[in-house]
């Protein structure tokens, strides 16, 4: 497999422009007669699929949910990065390119991240546009916060409800593009597999989830914009329907996947309470603005936060990195939490936990404007652990988040499958190994809105492909074979439940390529998933039929890809043999437990290739090239 | 903690539903309630009896998916919180807990505890939004909004549109939802445009989606998890009476239509 980036040629501020000029057009009057598949509507997806229909293309948009606002980005609750220095505190697309690159631990693609920071400013103003009741200023102007990994404060907010806001305008742009008949909505449908004809992306097969029937969908371009795959680990704070399911089987069927072992565990979620947990819920990064992240110094003290003195708590953040303090990116907070717990010195019930304080910030503000900042942060806090974090420190403990990996995609979004285009947490290209706070709402908005209705149309002018129909032995292929699958799944007939397999799955990668990794937990893993996968298809119960709503059928999919799945996270986390960012292999840190990177051989991107059943993975190198920026060991000091 | 749960099954839309009890033994009180379910779900399947079908997803209160009457109350009544927020240190030991699908006729029973709210999608395309292409947006600061009026857009977009307010009205309502989104968009400058062909049309997309009148009991209120005002519904009132006069008036002046 060639991999070819398509970065274009020219200095680094200048390559979008210079590369949208390039770019071959579609006239008006065509683009009613192309055709185009968008798979997701969470922020990528409702935002490309409300463009390409205003530019004129006939959209089919696909969602499992009931209706597509209820996408996953939906949950965001902090703010969306850009870079207009509204606060003139010396912000510039430069900067938040460079700090997304930086926080990335220069594993990103540099073209891509810079493009990102560009396109940052006309988020902002298309979703004020669009009515985004963002928070302002007594002026009238919009209010900003900083967030981690960050000296200025660049993030535009919607009080903790930013991604249901942003996710609301996306949702809204989409519905008028449904009454304009530009969009044909299909929710409670979930893609079960890519189409491939002459080796172009040319349709989906799906199933209805209330009738169970599987109907093929044929088209000029897929874009496909459906989320990461954390749930891979069980408990995430994902939603319980996020699955690696599409980008799986389009991995399947050709498309690369890029460093799925950059995953990232968010430092402020609430600890977890017992076996019976279903989902871990985060706590917004924003409150590490006003909240000091803290441990007992003594190990084992059992003391209730409020009794502990001063002298005696470890501001532990503050203290090892005195520049950026509790605003430390993510991967450094978790870690650091991690390892002052496994010292012993956690808090909570199993001590896996540490307080982040709000006494010093009612103290200096008043309750009043702690309330007006978080409120529904502390309320969220409160129904969840029935504690009052105005009184007492909230627990909080790392949680797997969001997951940077996803298919390999060029400078266009394309992946290596022709005609498939990836938008959002589904594709690679823009957090390297580590996402910094309140991008990910920005690179979603990003991809959908500016980038992919720009650059599909290239494709669809260069592509030259005959039309598809859903009657080519291809797409009959692909039913039958998505049958098998499902006949399969109903035939087992065991005694295990998916759920106990999926918290088997998820305890075994957590534990072994969780928040820090070595080659003997892998190995393994290695040989523990294969095993487990043997005993899903053997032992699994799964009720019901196909042919009507059936829960436990959709999980039993969903769960049997994520065992296939983490055989490639683990397989890609063994290989890297550094760490960067969200990967923390233990035999790579240097002398005070930082992350020690090589870039001499490991700055590159892992593209992982499908090599058929039962074969190894083939892993293809992107070398990582800046132009513009030295690679330099990151720091928070 | 021992609970009995009496829960309403229904194999699909065109089928008769009734109540079948189970037990939900050794229950946790840190467990949420659809955790509860979770693991009355996983005794059943193990059974090899089919599970009882809800929906949910983000389960923190904020997509609007799950929905379900709980002992009578739209999202079991606890203010401010939906199902999956819902606590059992909330419930006793040895409870019955009654549990039902949101019971709407424009929201029909697909299965269980599972319906159908596209009627909802359907008042959001009538006119739920500004209209405004991608691309061309002036400066977010080109044009100041008040405080005051960015927190009241705020208020009302709150809204997950998660159904609860018409479950909980005795019409079956969705005022309360459709106010939500008309107060959103007419509170701030950039939705005031098209403020009178939106409050129109969304109103009568909702009458044609067999939602009931409003008679102001003030349920929906009391049931909403996301605790939006009564007063969005007086403030759609008020559109929605200036926007008839007003287009009465427009049609008048142009000789009428």
Not at chain 1, 446 to 451: H, L, M, S, T
Not at chain 1, 605 to 615: R, S
């Amino acid at each position: 497999m060639k991999l070819d980036a398509k970065i274009p040629a020219g200095p680094l501020a200048q390559k979008w422009d210079q590369h949208r000029f390039a770019l071959k057009l579609i006239n008006p009057a065509n683009k009613r007669k192309h055709d185009i598949l968008v798979l997701g509507t969470g922020l990528a997806g409702a935002s490309a699929a409300a463009t390409l229909a205003e530019l004129g293309y006939n959209v089919k948009a696909f969602c499992y949910q009931d209706s597509p606002r209820r996408a996953h980005s939906i949950a965001a609750q902090g703010g969306i990065n850009a870079a207009k220095n509204y606060q003139n505190d010396g912000d510039s697309v430069y900067r938040l390119f460079y700090d997304t690159v930086k926080g990335g631990d220069f594993r990103a693609r540099e073209a891509n991240v810079y493009r990102l920071a560009q396109v940052s400013v006309n988020i902002i103003d298309q979703c004020v546009a669009q009515g985004v009741p963002f928070a302002r200023e007594y002026g009238g102007l919009l209010a900003n916060r900083s967030f981690g990994g960050a000296q200025v404060s660049r993030t535009f907010y919607a009080r903790g409800q930013t991604g249901q806001q942003l996710l609301l305008g996306a949702y809204q742009a989409l519905c008028r593009q449904i009454t304009a008949g530009k969009v044909t909505m299909y929710p409670r449908t979930e893609m079960l597999d890519l189409v491939v004809v002459n080796g172009h992306a040319r349709g989906i097969i799906a199933r209805d989830l209330v009738t169970g029937a599987v109907s093929a969908h044929a088209g000029d371009a897929v874009v496909m914009a459906t989320g990461g795959y954390s749930n891979v680990f069980y408990l995430s704070t994902n939603a319980r329907g996020c699955n690696v399911t599409a980008t799986w089987r389009a991995y399947k069927k050709g498309a690369a996947f890029a460093n799925p072992c950059y995953t990232q565990i968010h430092p402020t979620c609430i600890p977890v309470s017992g076996e019976h947990q279903s989902k871990l819920t985060l706590m917004s990064e924003s409150l590490r603005n006003d909240g000091r992240v803290w441990a007992p110094k003594k190990k084992g003290d059992t003391r209730a936060p409020g009794d502990i003195p001063e002298a005696e708590r470890d501001y532990y953040l503050e203290r090892k990195y005195p520049s950026f303090g509790n605003l430390a990116p993510r991967d450094i907070s978790s870690r650091a939490a991690k390892e002052v717990c496994d010292e012993g010195r956690g808090a909570g019930p199993g001590g896996r936990g540490v307080y982040l304080d709000f006494a010093g910030a009612i103290q200096r503000l008043g309750e009043a404007a702690v309330r007006e900042r978080y409120g529904n942060l502390f309320d969220m806090y409160e129904k969840i652990t029935g504690e009052n974090a105005y009184r007492t420190p909230m627990r909080i403990y790392p949680a797997v988040h969001y997951s940077m990996g996803g298919l390999w995609v060029d400078y266009n979004l394309m992946s290596t499958v022709p005609g498939l285009f990836v938008l959002g947490e589904a594709n690679f290209s823009d957090h390297g190994a580590n996402r910094l706070g309140a991008s990910a709402l920005m690179q979603g908005l990003a991809d959908g809105y500016f980038v992919v209705p720009y650059t599909i149309g290239d494709y669809l002018a260069t592509a030259k492909q005959p039309q598809a129909a859903a009657s080519q032995p291809e797409f009959q292929q692909a039913i039958a074979a998505v049958a098998e699958t499902t006949r399969r799944l109903l035939a087992v007939n065991g005694k295990r439940t998916v759920n106990w397999f999926h918290k088997q799955l998820g305890s075994l990668l957590w534990e072994k390529c969780g928040m820090a990794r070595d080659e003997k937990g892998l190995e393994a893993a290695l040989r523990e998933i294969p095993a487990l996968r043997a005993e899903f298809w053997k032992d699994v119960k799964v009720t019901g039929r196909n042919e009507e709503l059936n829960q436990t059928l959709e999980y039993a999919g969903r769960v049997a890809d994520f065992l296939e799945f983490a055989e490639l996270l683990c397989l890609d986390a063994r290989h890297r043999r550094e760490s960067c960012g969200g990967h923390f292999r233990t035999e790579f840190q240097t002398a005070d437990g930082e992350a020690l990177r090589d870039d001499e051989h490991f700055a590159y991107v892992a593209a992982w290739e499908f090599a058929g059943a039962g074969k190894p993975p083939i892993l293809n190198k992107e070398p990582l090239v800046y132009e513009e920026v030295h690679m330099s060991a990151r720091s928070y000091k | 903690m021992n609970l009995i749960l009496k829960v309403w099954r229904q194999r699909d839309a065109q089928s008769q539903g009734h109540f079948v009890s189970y037990e939900a033994r050794g229950v946790l009180s840190d467990m949420s309630f659809l955790e509860m379910l979770d693991t009355v779900n996983e005794e059943l399947t193990v059974r090899g009896e089919e599970p009882i079908a809800f929906d949910s997803d983000c389960r923190e209160g904020i997509c609007g998916t799950c929905s379900m009457v709980i002992n009578g109350r739209a999202h079991g009544g606890r203010t401010g919180t939906t199902a999956c927020q819902l606590h059992l240190r909330h419930f006793q030991d040895g409870q019955t807990i009654l549990i039902e699908p949101w019971r709407a006729r424009p929201f029909p029973v697909l299965r269980d505890l599972i319906t159908d709210r596209s009627a909802f999608d359907r008042i959001m395309q009538a006119g739920g939004f500004v209209s405004v292409n991608t691309g061309g947006a002036p400066d977010g600061n080109a044009l100041p909004v008040a405080k005051t009026a960015a927190e009241a857009a705020m208020d009302a977009a709150a809204c997950i549109g998660c159904g609860a307010c018409v479950a909980a009205c005795k019409n079956a309502s969705a005022m309360l939802f459709v106010a939500a989104k008309v107060s959103h968009l007419a509170a701030l400058p950039q939705g005031k445009a098209e403020r009178e062909r939106r409050v129109l049309s969304m109103v009568r997309t909702m009458d044609e989606a067999g939602f009931g009148n409003c008679t102001v009991t003030g349920s929906c209120e009391a049931v909403c998890p996301k605790e939006i005002s009564l007063d969005f519904i007086a403030q759609m009132n008020r559109e929605y009476g200036k926007a008839i006069l007003r287009n009465t008036a427009a049609r008048k002046s142009r000789g009428g239509d």
